[in-house]
Nanobody, 125 residues
Framework: EVQLVESGGGLVQAGGSLRLSCAASGFTFDDYPISWFRQAPGKEREGVSSISSSDGTTYYADSVKGRFTISSDNAKNTVYLQMNRLKPEDTAVYYC??????????????????WGRGTQVTVSS
């Protein structure tokens, strides 16, 4: 059974930091890019960052470049999202996802094969 389990969300003040974790199981970790998405109330789910577990290539949405860092621990089948200098507009449910290896767009929801259940991140002003 494929599982993606997020953790590390919470409430933080603007300017603070959080580190999200995504523990993966039930599939060959190196075969799938892992991406983080987020969805704020009333908004569409959007791609935040992605990492190729096989070669470590990373991608970021413009809105988080320079503030968020994605990394992977292949020995633990876990992907992390370090979020610094958080802003109230970063408030959302954050989801990790295993993206189809043939996807041309790693931050597009339509190419996701497997989703986690999400973790809430709330940034207060």
């Amino acid at each position: 059974e494929v599982q993606l389990v997020e953790s590390g969300g919470g409430l933080v003040q603007a300017g603070g930091s959080l580190r999200l974790s995504c523990a993966a199981s039930g599939f060959t970790f190196d075969d799938y890019p892992i991406s983080w998405f987020r969805q704020a109330p009333g908004k569409e789910r959007e791609g935040v960052s992605s990492i190729s577990s096989s070669d470590g290539t990373t991608y970021y949405a413009d809105s988080v470049k320079g503030r968020f860092t994605i990394s992977s621990d292949n020995a633990k089948n876990t992907v992390y999202l370090q979020m610094n200098r958080l802003k109230p507009e970063d408030t959302a449910v954050y989801y990790c996802a295993a993206v189809n290896p043939d996807s041309p767009r790693l931050l597009a929801t339509q190419w996701v094969d497997y989703w986690g259940r999400g973790t809430q991140v709330t940034v207060s002003s």
